[in-house]
Nanobody, 124 residues
Framework: QVQLVESGGGSVQAGGSLRLSCAAS????????MGWFRQAPGKEREFVAA????????TYADTVKGRFTISRDNAKKTVSLQMNSLKPEDTAVYSC?????????????????WGQGTQVTVSS
């Protein structure tokens, strides 16, 4: 069983930055590939970023590429999402998730464990 708890959400003006963190309560954190997803009101959950077990491979949605950076610290059992140049369309609930898939994946249904999410609101 993996428990994930996000933090770092909040409200920011367009062009600003936020850093989200996700803490995992599992002994074998380094064996999980991790991802960040977001869900805006009235929309389906969508992929944001993913990272491999050793942090050597990262994948981003085209909408955030060049603005967001995913990272992880296996010793601290955390995964982070640095979000720069935020836009109003980035407003959503952001959730981290863990998967045992063979490679970093963008597919929602391949992630087994989910955090409760943290709200990010970007005003224009």
């Amino acid at each position: 069983q993996v428990q994930l708890v996000e933090s770092g959400g909040g409200s920011v003006q367009a062009g600003g930055s936020l850093r989200l963190s996700c803490a995992a309560s599992v002994r074998t954190f380094s064996t999980y590939r991790m991802g960040w997803f977001r869900q805006a009101p009235g929309k389906e959950r969508e992929f944001v970023a993913a990272i491999s077990r050793s942090a050597g491979i990262t994948t981003y949605a085209d909408t955030v590429k060049g603005r967001f950076t995913i990272s992880r610290d296996n010793a601290k059992k955390t995964v982070s999402l640095q979000m720069n140049s935020l836009k109003p369309e980035d407003t959503a609930v952001y959730s981290c998730a863990a998967t045992m898939s063979l490679a970093p994946t963008t597919r929602v249904n391949e992630y087994v464990y989910w955090g409760q999410g943290t709200q990010v609101t970007v005003s224009s």
